[in-house]
């Protein structure tokens, strides 16, 4: 049996909504024009959304929609960009899953359990007023980004430096199954590792194997002395060595690079006035003594931009320690190791992002309003500069198509573990923005961009240039993040683990209703 459309279906909301209450079922068009979309583009429309308040009521919902045989898609915080909860055809039943939100701290057992709606933000305020922490603590769009959404995708950043992605950090979790029944994964809090790892099948499956509803982490201390580090490098293969020396080191809790567009692009346009002072407010906050407060944010404020333009390729460190001496030594250690390939530049942006490392979510546009969308590939040390040079070359390939519809580029880095190098490119076009970038910026915020009209054209020109450099990632051996139905998945794994991955759908989803066209099943 294959998904129906909801047309075929036409009591699944009215049966939703006796079951769940009307509060619990929105049919509006605005609602549905707003969640037919992702960050990057248009889906099919979802013919109802529902938000069930609890467990109880996500699997009352799940079992109703599976015995109507329609399509059913979760969806979190929604920002993300490879179609992950677009479901083309439309007509299916959209979970928004973010009144699952409760944070439950067990400090004794060094676990706290997480409804899979809950925001990174919302955990981190949580954590941090009882000065604890996650390993892993959250992508750059944690203030909207849920952990359940997260760990169905796989994620970087918060984090990731010292102690790797979204998946590595969770210990256990409870899935709803497409029978409507609860599955717990693992025994208990105490390891992960007991037996085959369950937990594990069900992260980065992007709700094509059920729907999370609890995910259990563990706590670490939270270490309040941290030292902030920039560097510049004018080649990407001085930034690519430096920093495959540091990620063997593990000195830092989180970095990243940039390459010059990105950086005075995205960056450095970093909101108005009142996200500077308020930045400038959390910098002092964070300080371990005023003087040291005012001194950061005097050598901020004479760095101005500079630190944005100071060379081709930026890298940026945050270094924690149990005390501000051990934050110092291991940036000195740091600093000896980048050295010999770069040279040393204001630590402003760094700074900013561990003041607020969960900003407002400007970057869904360009820096002049243009349309966003970010692709990436994770890469063997040894191939990272093959790929780069190989990219550089298809760009120049592209350059007269590129500047005939307006389409420009950014680069960004992170670390995967000590083995795999993050690339990831951002595409800008000028397109018309979607229900999408007006609901989560608002008015006040769009009016003081530039705003282009629809433009078919320059939207399927990058489409089609988005597929061909994944493909080149591809062909360099890159694996992805965030599958959905970006990116593709069954042809790269040996045949018989894709065997084995559609039998595991089938015996949890025999009726493939459960975000049908993911990772390919
Ligand atoms: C400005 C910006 C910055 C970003 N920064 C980063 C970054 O630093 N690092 C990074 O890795 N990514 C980043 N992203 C991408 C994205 O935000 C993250 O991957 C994030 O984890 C998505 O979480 P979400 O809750 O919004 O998931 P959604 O977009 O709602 O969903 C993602 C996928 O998970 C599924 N899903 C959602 N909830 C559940 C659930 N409870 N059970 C089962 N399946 C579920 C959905 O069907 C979909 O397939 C960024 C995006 C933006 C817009």
């Known amino acids: ?17 006796a079951a769940l209450g009307d509060a619990a079922v929105r049919t509006d068009t605005a609602s549905l024009d707003y969640m037919a979309n992702d960050v990057y583009r248009t889906g099919g ?69 997480v409804g899979a ?3 990174w933000a919302a955990l981190k305020a949580a954590l941090d007023a009882r000065n604890l922490r996650t390993p892993f603590w959250g992508p750059f769009s944690g203030i909207a980004a849920t952990v359940g959404g997260s760990i169905s995708q796989n994620t970087v950043s918060h984090g990731t430096a010292a102690h790797g992605t979204s998946a590595q950090s969770v210990l256990s979790m409870d899935i709803v199954l497409a029978s409507g029944d609860l599955l717990t994964t693992g025994i208990g ?23 999370k509803t609890s995910i259990r982490l563990p706590l670490l201390a939270a270490r309040e002395a941290a030292v902030t580090v920039s560097f510049a490098f004018d080649s990407f293969a001085n930034c690519h060595a430096a920093i495959a020396i540091i990620q063997k080191e593990r000195l830092e809790d989180s970095h990243f690079g940039l390459d010059l567009a990105l950086s005075q692009g995205q960056i450095a346009r970093q909101e108005g006035a009142g996200a500077r002072l308020k930045i400038a407010a959390q910098v002092f906050r964070k300080a371990p003594n005023p003087v040291a407060g005012l001194k950061q944010l005097l050598k901020m404020a004479l760095a101005g931009e500079d630190p944005m333009r100071a060379g081709a390729y930026m890298a940026h460190f945050i270094v924690e320690g149990i005390t501000p001496a051990e934050a110092e030594g291991r940036a000195t250690r740091l600093r000896a190791l980048v050295d010999p ?43 990272v500069v093959p790929f780069h040079d190989a990219w550089e070359a298809l760009l120049a390939k592209r350059q007269t198509e590129m500047q005939q519809h307006g389409l420009t580029v950014g680069t960004m880095f992170s670390p995967v573990g000590p083995s795999g190098f993050l690339y990831e490119i ?67 794994l040996d045949p018989e683990a894709a065997t084995l991955l559609r039998g595991i759908k089938a015996a949890l989803d025999p009726k493939g209703l459960m975000n049908p066209g993911v990772l390919g099943l």
């Open 1 to 17: 049996m294959t998904a129906q459309p909801l047309a075929s279906q036409p009591h699944i909301a009215a049966t939703l909504r």
């Open 45 to 113: 429309h979802p013919a109802a959304i529902v938000r069930p308040a609890s467990v109880d009521a996500l699997q009352q919902a799940v079992r109703l929609c599976a015995q109507a045989g329609v399509a059913m898609v979760p969806r979190g915080g929604g920002a993300s960009y490879t179609d992950c909860y677009l479901y083309p055809q439309g007509g299916h039943i959209l979970f928004d899953l973010t009144a699952l939100s409760s944070i439950d701290i067990d400090e004794a057992n060094a676990v706290v359990t």
């Open 117 to 119: 709606g809950t925001t």
């Open 189 to 211: 809090t105490a390891t992960r590792n007991y037996g085959p790892d369950l937990t594990g099948l069900f992260t980065g499956d992007c709700g094509a194997l059920g729907f």
């Open 341 to 383: 390939y770069g040279r040393e530049i204001a630590n402003s942006v760094p700074s900013f992002v561990r003041a607020m490392p969960f900003a407002p979510l400007a970057n869904i546009l360009g820096p002049t309003g243009e349309r966003w969308v970010p692709i990436h590939g994770v890469f063997n040390q040894t191939r």
């Open 426 to 492: 951002a595409l800008y076009w000028p397109d018309d923005r979607t229900a999408y970038h007006r609901e989560t910026l608002g008015e006040a915020h769009l009016s003081a961009l530039p705003a282009y009209t629809e433009n078919p054209t320059a939207r399927a020109f990058t489409d089609r240039f988005k597929q061909e450099a994944v493909a080149l990632m591809q062909e360099y051996g890159a694996s992805h993040f965030q599958l959905g139905r970006a990116y593709p998945y069954q042809q790269r």
